[in-house]
């Protein structure tokens, strides 16, 4: 079965186009990472796999499916999920709330997730009663992501998911990544850190001016010394 | 002095279910919704429609409750005017705000709509039933004489308890309910909540209904406290907002906690001041505590 597939995509907010003709896929559960500067589309282009945006030229495919000007409660049902930048949780409601609304639309085997997603994150169940906006940063980037998780998605869209985060608590989020990714889900990762996001990808896109500029296997995008130099801050 | 604060607590109790809805509205809709009194007149308008008129005409019987000056055939009417004030709303929305919506209206154009909306309501009871005062019963009604120099109606209690009763129901909705929390979490974050496959044109609806049930019942129970004008729940809109700010925008809990305040401080300054004075008395308390919590009491950080 196919994974993602974006064909020659366009879109933008209202009049401003951003994207043009842009091309990825992403096969299931591979971790693909998109990295460039602020402003290439990167966001844009994930909001719009997400529906949250609609192309205007282009096709999406999603598990052979043709997904393109899907709406996100369509997309969720579809086995996609996407956690924002920010404003990715409900503040006001507790953690096990919070989980309980990224299941809103499952009929069975709720409890079972809601373990198992415990059980990932098992800081978020010893404090299932908290209200959500009392957590730390980090927390509420676990709520978030255990959010996008209660539908076993298969695949994950994932905007700087480290970004605003303490150093010690980037690393978590990194591992939890590749946990996420342990459990066969896919993920597409917009992050600044592109030189840890490409450490944990198998590939990945660089943007730049709403255009693909360059893809490749991420070993190779570390070594290449241009993208090293422009995109992952110098050599190392 | 202690019979003024019981009186202000009915007044509050009254004042805050009108505030809830308000303050439900504008967390999901997010517009002030200027109408919210005149739904209030609305539904004790109704009242006196089902159990002056078409109640008894189908032969329904009134039974009499101990001691309060109405009884059964008044209590299903007042059930009966919560829904059809939902239903009116709904349809108002439908009509009205949808289309306003769906145009992407700023929230200032929807709340001068619903200003609009007001004046309309008012208009029309103004031509069905007429400017004068109306009592749903002319029943003398007796106090009861408590410790402490307090006299009160039993009907004074009936609508303690009433609002105690829904402020409870409401409370187990929001907190236990799927649909509750749902509502919960498009006040929150409508887009995340659009994302998670919440049906936000159903939580939309539900909010409407839940504020004027709400609206509509605590019209009627001023009405069975005082009496009946077309005005009634336009001079209650000041005080709703007073309450709702109090509490802070969006917390049910704060605009019930808002409008006991306002209630009981507004009957209290009765005892200094000319009744005249009560909305100055009210806003003097909005303007010290904004000054201490800019958000309200249980407004968010």
Redesign the interface.
Known sequence: MAGLDVHHISSGYGEMSILHDVSIRVEPGEVVTLIGPNGAGKSTLLKTIFGLLTPTEGRILFEDADVTGMKPPHLVRRGMSYVPQVDNIFPSLTVQENLEMGAFVRHDGFAERLDELYTFFPTLRLKRKQRVGSLSGGERQMVAMGRALMLDPRLLLLDEPSAGLAPRLVGMVFDKMAEINRAGIALLIVEQNAREALRLSQRGYVMAGGQVRLEGESGQLLQDEEVGRLYLGGRR | MTELMVYGVVLGSIIALGAIGLTLLYGILRFAHFAHGDLMTLGAYVVLFLNAELLPALGVPELKLGPLSFGARMLGSLVLSMGVTAVVALVIDRLLYNPLRARKSSPIILAMASLGMAFIVRSVIYLIWGPQFLFYSQELRPAWELPLEVRLRPDQVFILVFVLLLVLLLYLFLQRT?LG??M??T???P????????DTGRVTAWTWALGAGLAAAAGVLYGIDAQLRPDMGWSFLLPLFAAVILGGIGSPLGALVGGLILGVVQQVSTAFLLPTYKPAVAFLVLILLLFVRPRGLFG??
């Open positions: 799927k929390k749902a919960r979490a006040a929150d974050n887009q995340l909540a659009w994302v998670c496959g919440i968010g950080t």
